[in-house]
């Protein structure tokens, strides 16, 4: 079974660009959640997608943005980026979302906002 | 709120001597536990999982973790570390109806020759 994949694996913008990152789950996983890792805050959450609704929300400012296929592939987009929005952005995916479900990683995107 | 609390922030070990990873999470209800690793470069793995049960729980790679409610603690350990283990570690607790895993900063680990 073939497992998380994210592209692009990099990017490099510029201050003001917008960013469209994708990820495609694991067939038969109707949840993705994405995630920014970056080395001064770790690994903080973004949202979660389930069945094309938005279930989760972590605690981002609106220019952080996603949406869900009704193939369970998942976007998300980064509007006026700013150079602290460099940072690796992951996505995982599910069964059902829910914490119990393990959760398997993509290998991330690399953003780098110049 | 619920946290998770990695106290090493980097931890540097001889090959093959044995490692223990702490992790402290906070909340009163009981957790869904797991470590994953991430090798540079990659996305995570998980390594293991605690949901109920026996406290002690083996994963892949060679690695437990032992649940101790009255500690709220979960650590990761190793008998004999290789070279390959080199990696970060992240602890993360969920819970009952919740859908957001919350991740613990993470432990560096660097094994040395």
């Known amino acids: 079974k073939a497992g998380v994949t994210q592209t692009p694996r990099y990017l490099i913008k510029t201050r003001g660009q917008q960013v469209t990152l994708s990820c495609s789950p694991i067939?038969?996983?109707?949840?993705v959640s994405w995630y920014q890792q970056t080395p001064g805050q770790g690994l903080q959450f973004l949202f979660e997608y389930f069945s094309e609704t938005q279930r989760n929300k972590g605690n981002f400012p609106g220019r952080f943005s996603g949406r869900q296929f009704s193939n369970s592939r998942s976007e998300m987009n980064v509007s006026t980026l700013e150079l602290g929005d460099s940072a690796l952005y992951l996505c995982a995916s599910s069964i059902s979302g829910y914490s119990y479900n393990e959760q398997f990683f993509g290998p991330g995107t690399r953003l780098t906002v110049l | 709120a619920q946290s998770v609390t990695q106290p090493d922030i980097h931890i540097t070990v001889s090959e093959g001597a044995s490692l223990e990873l702490r992790c402290n999470y906070s909340y009163g209800a009981t957790p869904y536990l797991f470590w994953y690793v991430q090798s540079p470069g990659q996305g995570l793995q998980l390594l293991l999982k605690y949901f109920s049960g026996d406290t002690l729980v083996q994963g892949i790679k060679g690695f437990e973790a032992e649940f101790k409610r009255s500690q709220s603690s979960f650590n990761l350990r190793k008998p004999s570390v290789h070279w390959s283990d080199a990696a970060e570690y992240f602890c993360?607790?969920?819970?009952?109806?919740?859908?957001?895993?919350?991740f613990g900063s993470g432990t560096r680990l660097q094994v040395q020759p």
């Open positions: 993360a607790v969920g819970y009952t109806g919740r859908r957001a895993l919350t």
């Open positions: 067939s038969g996983h109707r949840s």
